[in-house]
T-cell receptor, first 117, second 114 residues
Framework: NAGVTQTPKFQVLKTGQSMTLQCAQD?????MSWYRQDPGMGLRLIHY???????DQGEVPNGYNVSRSTTEDFPLRLLSAAPSQTSVYFCASSYGPPLAGDTDTQYFGPGTRLTVL | GNSVTQMEGPVTLSEEAFLTINCTYTATGYPSLFWYVQYPGEGLQLLLKATKADDKGSNKGFEATYRKETTSFHLEKGSVQVSDSAVYFC?????????????FGQGTELSVKP
């Protein structure tokens, strides 16, 4: 298994450009999520999905869109990039939502480092 | 609100030294607590967890005990190795919408010198 993969690893954008961060997992996990990691702030939840066709907002969703057309893929879209979106982005997946039990161990991808100029 | 506070890094230790990374939390109810580790260039990996008060999580020589009275979950290891150099994140899990979500501390970078 490849686990959770993310592309690209690095990206530089200009303000106003759009792009899509890709995330894929091959573990047949239902639950997937996107976090951003900023210095001194830990990881914050952007959007999450409990299964194909179902997405919801996390704590910092503004400026980002997601969709979940397949179980494997969960892309994150920036429609009009802003310098405040400069961050490291992590995708994570788990068999079930992070609630209880052994099904909720989250597996993280290696991250995408995004810089918006 | 719910939050996690970790000791600031970076923490630099010599090989075989004793490690403590402090973590305290604020939460309603009784959250589950986690330590994640991020090795250079990689994503986060679950290191250990504890789901109720007085539980001790352990893995790879690391331990942490869920202390409800002090709202703490400090990470310890008796003898660190160079390969333990990484960023360590404390996190709590709370109920959120259709499931739960993790709330992370800011991370503590550990550097172990030979």
């Amino acid at each position: 298994n490849a686990g959770v993969t993310q592309t690209p690893k690095f990206q530089v954008l200009k303000t106003g450009q759009s792009m899509t961060l890709q995330c894929a997992q091959d573990m047949n996990h239902e639950y997937m999520s996107w976090y951003r990691q900023d210095p001194g702030m830990g990881l914050r939840l952007i959007h999450y999905s409990v299964g194909a066709g179902i997405t919801d907002q996390g704590e910092v969703p503004n400026g980002y869109n997601v969709s979940r057309s397949t179980t494997e893929d969960f892309p994150l879209r920036l429609l009009s990039a802003a310098p405040s979106q400069t961050s490291v982005y992590f995708c994570a997946s788990s068999y079930g939502p992070p609630l209880a039990g052994d099904t909720d161990t989250q597996y993280f991808g290696p991250g995408t480092r995004l810089t918006v100029l | 609100g719910n939050s996690v506070t970790q000791m600031e890094g970076p923490v630099t230790l010599s090989e075989e030294a004793f490690l403590t990374i402090n973590c305290t939390y604020t939460a309603t109810g009784y959250p589950s607590l986690f330590w994640y580790v991020q090795y250079p260039g990689e994503g986060l990996q679950l290191l250990l967890k504890a789901t109720k008060a007085d539980d001790k999580g352990s893995n790879k020589g690391f331990e942490a005990t869920y202390r409800k009275e002090t709202t703490s979950f400090h990470l310890e290891k008796g003898s660190v190795q160079v390969s333990d150099s990484a960023v360590y994140f404390c996190a709590l899990r709370i109920i959120y919408n259709q499931g739960g979500k993790l709330i992370f501390g800011q991370g503590t970078e550990l550097s172990v010198k030979p």
